[in-house]
């Protein structure tokens, strides 16, 4: 059983039915960081309130619609999921892979995440990730791709 990182596209996938992770969940340790909670939380209060991020800020209390979504959503982070932190060593990773692969911040704390915690590999959907195909030793795949 390796340990892997789902990157916030596969949640919300998982989420939308369009792909499942449950093989994933069964043969690996898989986990998430801090990014990757505040972005599937964003999406998922974008999706059910329909408002704008400027919009969703001016909202006095959720929805009942929202809060079952949320929810859900915490569950998956709080029984399926192993968190891991992000900390000065993973910051300062990130920062060379936004200056050698030009990277996204986000994208880049995600691989840093992963190679600092010697994961097996990063699981996701994103191109500009997915052309690295392997950084020290992390794999880097679609979930379809990964579970092969």
């Known amino acids: 059983m390796g340990t892997v990182i789902l990157d916030s596209n596969v949640i919300i996938k998982h989420l939308q039915g ?4 449950g093989t994933l969940l069964s043969e690996h340790n898989c986990t998430y960081n801090d990014i990757i909670a505040s ?14 991020p ?4 001016r909202i ?13 959503i915490y569950d998956i982070f709080d029984y399926a999921l192993e968190y891991v932190p ?12 936004i200056e050698k692969y030009a990277l ?6 995600v691989l840093a995440t992963a ?12 191109s500009d990730l997915l ?3 392997k950084v020290q030793g992390v794999q880097i795949a679609t979930p379809e791709d990964f579970s092969e």
């Open 86 to 97: 992000i900390g000065t060593e993973v910051l300062r990773q990130a920062r060379k892979y």
């Open 60 to 72: 006095k209390k959720l929805s009942e619609k929202t809060m079952t979504a949320l929810q859900v």
């Open 54 to 57: 400027f919009e969703i800020k």
């Open 131 to 133: 052309t690295l195909k």
């Open 104 to 109: 996204l911040p986000n994208d880049a704390i």
């Open 39 to 52: 972005e599937v939380t964003y999406v998922i209060m974008r999706a059910t309130t329909g408002k704008s």
């Open 115 to 126: 190679t600092y915690y010697g994961m097996d590999a990063v699981v996701t959907y994103d």
């Open 18 to 21: 369009t792909t499942n992770i």
